[in-house]
């Protein structure tokens, strides 16, 4: 591995270059070939092959790499920008049956995020398309969109893993749309109607102003919930999700720490909460309030933090030889709060594994 390999990795993905890309520093091995198909195949890994390569294209030393990885950037770059309009197009056309029949919808994940609070959506990968709609609008929701021959191509495993999910598409080369009847599976139904009344309209300027929106302490719960149970913070994606959210002055103007803080702590994910903003404090140079920080630093116990600090440095946390079991298994037992419960439930079933995506470059 070339020198500085991995920090050149994470600098492309880092926010503070989304703004000020031609700052980006220039790698020692610009000028190999072979060393940009093993960064490609990296930044694949952790899920982050888009933000990186936009980053680079725009870098003030990008016409000294060779003429042929230049040529495959512009190419990804633009085959990206395509799929953003995809997803749009079935957005688009979701919203327009669902507001049609009057259910209300809220958006949700990188398609929200990426238009909301990055400073340019192509710096958001997108997979699916996600929708949070509550579980006594569902039957409705279902209705309205099969008369546009939306299906459901849910399968039995992950109904099982994701009972709260339903996946829709219309034909198999179209996005898939993901319908969430709550933000987890655990959710209740009462914390569900709460989540639903706290969501806020005419919060995304390119949508009709009737669509919804996780306030933002919402969305910062909602994603760190996501990171204790499910991704495990496998991406630099989800923590500059966090960071922009955090950064943006909607989210600053109405922050409750107190109620994030609580809320996070029924939810079993302090330590998940702690990890992230010791990380985006330390790597990322996000501003988190002192007094937030201290509210989770004290009820987080010292053996746990201790355990985290140890992987604190993106070098040692995101799993740039591929995501194995062992990665798996340590990073939940370090985020989730119930050590105990989360290692009997473990070796009581076994570890579900995403398999890495396929490198399209």
Same mark, same amino acid.
């Given at each position: 591995?070339?020198? @500085?390999?991995?920090?050149?990795?994470?600098?492309?993905?880092?926010?503070?270059?989304?703004?000020?890309?031609?700052?980006?520093?220039?790698?020692?091995?610009?000028?190999?070939? *072979? *060393?940009?198909?093993?960064?490609?195949?990296?930044?694949?890994?952790?899920?982050?092959?888009?933000?990186?390569?936009?980053?680079?294209?725009?870098? +003030?030393?990008?016409?000294?790499?060779?003429?042929?990885?230049?040529?495959?950037?512009?190419?990804?770059?633009?085959?990206?920008?395509?799929?953003?309009?995809?997803?749009?197009?079935?957005?688009?056309?979701?919203?327009?049956?669902?507001?049609?029949?009057?259910?209300?919808?809220?958006?949700?994940? @990188? !398609?929200?995020?990426?238009?909301?609070?990055?400073?340019?959506?192509?710096?958001?990968? #997108?997979?699916?398309?996600? #929708?949070?709609?509550?579980?006594?609008? $569902?039957?409705?929701?279902?209705?309205?969109?099969?008369?546009?021959?939306?299906?459901?191509?849910?399968?039995?495993? =992950?109904?099982?893993?994701?009972?709260?999910?339903?996946?829709?598409?219309?034909?198999?080369?179209?996005? /898939?749309?993901?319908?969430?009847?709550?933000?987890?599976?655990? +959710?209740?139904? %009462? $914390?569900?109607?709460?989540?639903? =009344?706290?969501?806020?309209?005419?919060?995304?300027? &390119?949508?009709?102003?009737?669509?919804?929106? #996780?306030?933002?302490?919402?969305?910062?719960?909602?994603?760190?919930? =996501?990171?204790?149970?499910?991704?495990?913070?496998?991406?630099?994606?989800?923590?500059?999700? !966090?960071?922009?959210?955090? %950064?943006?002055?909607?989210?600053? &103007?109405?922050?409750?720490?107190?109620?994030?803080?609580?809320?996070?702590?029924?939810?079993?994910?302090?330590?998940?909460?702690?990890?992230?903003?010791?990380?985006?404090?330390? +790597?990322?140079?996000? %501003?988190?309030?002192?007094?937030?920080?201290?509210?989770?630093?004290?009820?987080?116990?010292?053996?746990?933090? &201790?355990?985290?600090?140890?992987?604190?440095?993106? *070098?040692?946390?995101?799993?740039?030889?591929?995501?194995? @079991?062992?990665? *798996?298994?340590?990073? !939940?037992?370090?985020? =989730?709060?119930?050590?105990?419960? /989360?290692? @009997?439930?473990?070796? !009581?079933?076994?570890?579900?594994?995403? /398999?890495?995506?396929?490198?399209?470059?």
């Amino acid at each position: 591995m070339p020198q @500085g390999f991995k920090s050149f990795i994470l600098d492309s993905v880092r926010p503070q270059f989304f703004t000020n890309s031609r700052t980006l520093p220039k790698p020692d091995f610009y000028d190999e070939s *072979s *060393s940009w198909e093993k960064a490609f195949e990296t930044l694949n890994r952790i899920d982050a092959l888009l933000p990186g390569l936009v980053t680079i294209d725009r870098a +003030e030393w990008r016409n000294e790499i060779p003429q042929a990885v230049a040529l495959r950037i512009e190419e990804r770059i633009r085959r990206e920008k395509i799929l953003l309009a995809i997803f749009d197009n079935e957005l688009d056309a979701v919203l327009y049956l669902l507001i049609g029949a009057r259910i209300p919808v809220c958006v949700l994940d @990188g !398609m929200e995020l990426g238009l909301r609070y990055y400073p340019e959506r192509i710096f958001r990968p #997108l997979r699916s398309v996600n #929708l949070f709609i509550p579980a006594r609008y $569902q039957e409705q929701a279902l209705r309205a969109l099969a008369q546009a021959e939306y299906r459901s191509i849910s399968t039995a495993n =992950q109904t099982t893993a994701e009972p709260h999910v339903i996946l829709l598409n219309r034909r198999a080369n179209k996005p /898939t749309i993901r319908i969430m009847s709550r933000l987890s599976k655990d +959710e209740t139904e %009462q $914390q569900t109607e709460l989540t639903f =009344q706290r969501a806020v309209s005419n919060s995304i300027s &390119s949508l009709p102003a009737n669509v919804l929106a #996780l306030a933002p302490e919402d969305n910062l719960i909602y994603l760190i919930r =996501q990171a204790a149970v499910e991704n495990f913070f496998e991406s630099p994606v989800s923590l500059n999700d !966090m960071h922009f959210l955090i %950064q943006h002055a909607e989210f600053k &103007s109405k922050a409750d720490w107190d109620r994030i803080i609580w809320s996070l702590a029924e939810h079993r994910a302090l330590a998940a909460a702690w990890f992230a903003f010791k990380f985006l404090k330390n +790597e990322w140079g996000t %501003q988190v309030p002192k007094e937030a920080f201290s509210g989770f630093h004290s009820r987080v116990g010292i053996f746990k933090r &201790s355990l985290l600090a140890r992987f604190i440095k993106p *070098s040692k946390w995101f799993p740039f030889e591929g995501k194995t @079991g062992s990665w *798996s298994f340590r990073s !939940m037992l370090l985020l =989730q709060d119930n050590f105990i419960k /989360t290692l @009997g439930r473990t070796f !009581m079933r076994r570890l579900p594994m995403k /398999t890495p995506p396929q490198l399209l470059l």
